[in-house]
């Protein structure tokens, strides 16, 4: 099938022919004829790189009339960066519209300019949300007679917490107006709603619902948690044409995580919330043209990441939501291209991979971390194919004669022994001590027992904690690194976690007279050795330390479940909400959940 098959008109059709597309992707062949026949609400469900933007800018274009200075088209999207390429997108597409305005609407930039821009006569509006109900509320924009409205990457605006926005944006909107909802996944927020502000919408899905693209590989990398960085530089080693997006859970330890890797000499860049807008365009700008390799991202920035060449898609954390695990791996395998999703997982994650499974409906692969001799082998065929492509600078011509004189006594064996040697050392003096990172499958004991302390804590599930949220309060608190707190264990009514043997009295000291509005909050050495079972708890009970004697929803003192004592877990899609702890110890200040992991580096 044609573009011209879909039924678009000459003028956008020059225009796909100047972009030099062929033929239509898959949810472009499903939706635009859908969309140019009637005018109809429709759910869309594919994945990130398949073509959205085309699947809907095309038939809005083609509806829209050029003429009118009425906005008729509203697009919302989750970030500045997406807002900024689908505007760029649809300029493109209909740059033989004459009388064409397409404004974009978001957050950071001059709001009385972009209200200049819409007085001008914008047909089409891009926007985030924020931005949006902002500018309708001051009477800056009026969307009550627009006929097209886009909802894109719905499943991430709702993860971001924009649900109340675009609830407020849309009541300002025709009631016969036609809803395009167009999402990577349809978890139940979607689909609540799809069901209130949509119509009989009819229901495009490129693949099934929720599941990865077809040309994206999934490997997984079973390591002691405090190995992790130190196997992230592995796969980057032995990988050395990478071009990645690095995921980390939140915005401190992407800023950490990118910091060391540019310490450790790699071209690493991070892009997080607590960067300004400036400083996310310089490091997006550098990502773009290849001066940054591994870019460290925290899943609502990446958002803005829409780079066709990415090679590898490397967790280095696994998200909270699982199904956000489909959005990080979308960024790889665009455009027709192969593309890698690498897991870096402890032991206690790897069940994590079998819910993900389930949902992208396709099997990880075990792989082992490349051995420090399989890197020098790798990083030598490298340079050596490198120079092969090489195409000769006849500029040297010049300085042959006082090479060949400094030269002269080697054999050209001898010359190639001493060349590559000058790579190969380098990675092979680093390596050949390097010790092996793979844990086997049946691995338990993740640190030697004379290595590590296992403390009993007094909250659990019924404060509100996971074990991921109760990691990153333990290591907040503590000031301890993502990987220097783990074996995690959260009960109902406590837990338990581990932390090497010579930071024991650093939590004991911490949590010595700890409160949290006026509740104390206890640690003790536990003898419990994380294996699962009905361990020795405190004071040598075999209840696991829970409260004897105690009700289901009483805690020491008298304390009910009904009264948390101000344990909240965050909230949002994890990363970027900030934390609500409230905890406090005498001479000690509360932990600051906002770090971003020391300075910032640019680029």
Known sequence: ??????????????????????????????????????????????????????????????????????????????????????????????????????????????????????????????ATPGRMKDMIGRRMIDISKIEYCVLDEADEMLNMGFYEDITEILSHSPQDKSTWLFSATMPKEVASIAKK?????????????????????????????????????RLADANPDIFSVVFCRTKRDTQKVAEQLIADGYSAGAIHGDLSQNQRDIVMKQFRTRQIQMMVATDVAA????????????????????????????????????????????????????????????????????????ICEKQLMHLANNIKETEINHDIDAYLPQIDEALKDFS??????????????????YYQKAKDLNLAAGDTNFKDKEDSVRFFLNVGERDDFN?????????????????????????????????????????????????????NVNVEISTDTGRGGKKRGRGGRRDGGGFKGKGRGERRGGRKS??????????????????????????????????????????
């Open 412 to 429: 050209k064996e001898e010359l190639i022994k001493k060349f590559f040697s000058v790579e190969f050392t380098r990675f092979f003096n």
């Open 197 to 233: 502000f949509m119509h009989d919408p009819i229901e495009v899905t490129v693949g099934s619902k929720n599941v990865g693209a077809e040309n994206v590989s999934h490997e997984y990398y079973l390591v002691n948690a405090r190995d992790r960085y130190q196997a992230l530089k």
């Open 303 to 374: 958002r803005g990441i829409d780079v066709d060449d990415i090679t590898h898609v490397i967790n280095y954390q696994l998200p909270d939501e699982i199904e956000t695990y489909t959005h990080r791996s979308g960024r790889t395998g665009r455009a027709g291209k192969e593309g890698i999703s690498m897991v870096i997982v402890s032991k206690s994650e790897v069940r994590k991979i079998k819910q993900i499974e389930k949902i992208i409906q396709q099997k990880f692969e075990k792989k082992d971390i490349p051995s420090g001799i399989e």
């Open 467 to 519: 074990w991921m949220s109760l990691k990153d309060f333990l290591k907040e608190l503590l000031q301890l690194g993502q990987d220097e707190v783990y074996k995690v264990d959260v009960k109902d009514n406590f837990s338990f976690f581990n932390v090497d043997s010579k930071h024991k009295d650093l939590v004991l000291g911490v949590f010595n007279d700890f409160q949290m509005d006026g509740r």
């Open 1 to 126: 099938m044609t573009f011209l098959d879909l039924g678009l008109e000459e003028k956008l059709l020059q225009a796909i022919t100047d972009m030099g597309f062929e033929t239509p992707s898959e949810v472009q062949e499903k939706a635009i004829p859908i969309l140019l026949e009637e005018d109809t609400d429709l759910v869309a469900l594919a994945q990130t790189g398949t073509g959205k933007t085309a699947a809907f800018g095309f038939p809005m274009l083609q509806k829209i009339d050029v003429d009118s200075r009425t906005t008729q088209g509203l697009i919302l999207s989750p970030t500045r960066e997406l807002c900024m390429q689908i505007t760029n997108e649809m300029n493109n597409y209909g740059k033989h519209l004459k009388g064409l305005n397409v404004v974009a609407i978001y957050g950071g930039a001059s709001i009385t300019e972009q209200a200049k821009q819409i007085k001008k006569g914008a047909q089409i509006i891009v």
């Open 562 to 603: 009904s009264d948390r004592g101000g344990f909240n877990k965050k909230s949002g899609s994890g990363e970027e909400s900030k934390s609500k702890f409230s905890g406090k110890r005498r001479g000690k200040s509360k932990p600051d959940s906002k770090g971003t992991g020391g300075r910032r580096r640019r680029g």
